[in-house]
């Protein structure tokens, strides 16, 4: 079933992949997730400890990227992918402060020219 997550352009979501028969059952599958960008420019991460788990990484601009996601299914010498889609929309993070800064103390302007008109 196609997933979609959603995040700022300031983080990244991890998705583990838990893996049921047709009946809704857990099964196992033959090796790590494989992952393919089919559009946009975000990226993923993937470590081998935890080959059931992809870490989906937004792009540093908002935007939408779509992954396929498959494995194989046979537990034996033969192939059977099983695949699912995973849709990332990513918005701009908000400002969250102004960021102020002080510059140096400097000398005012004299009397008449802080007259207010």
């Known amino acids: 079933m196609p997933l979609a997550i959603a995040s700022t352009n ?3 979501v991890p998705v583990t992949a838990a ?3 047709a ?3 857990p099964a196992q599958v033959d090796g790590p997730l494989t992952v393919t960008v089919q559009s946009g420019s975000g ?7 935890t ?3 992809v870490t989906f990484v937004s792009e540093d601009v908002a935007g939408q990227t779509v992954y396929s996601v498959s494995a194989d299914a046979d537990l034996g010498a033969g192939v ?3 695949s699912d889609t995973v849709t990332y929309d ?3 993070a908000a400002a969250a402060s102004f960021g102020l800064s002080a510059g140096a103390a400097e000398p005012k302007p004299g009397p008449a020219a802080r007259r207010r008109r």
Do not use: K, M, N
């Open 19 to 21: 893996p049921v028969t």
């Open 23 to 25: 009946s809704g059952r």
């Open 51 to 53: 080959p059931l788990v």
């Open 43 to 49: 990226t993923f991460t993937q470590d081998a400890a």
């Open 10 to 12: 300031e983080e990244q």
């Open 80 to 82: 059977v992918t099983i």
């Open 90 to 92: 990513y918005t701009s």
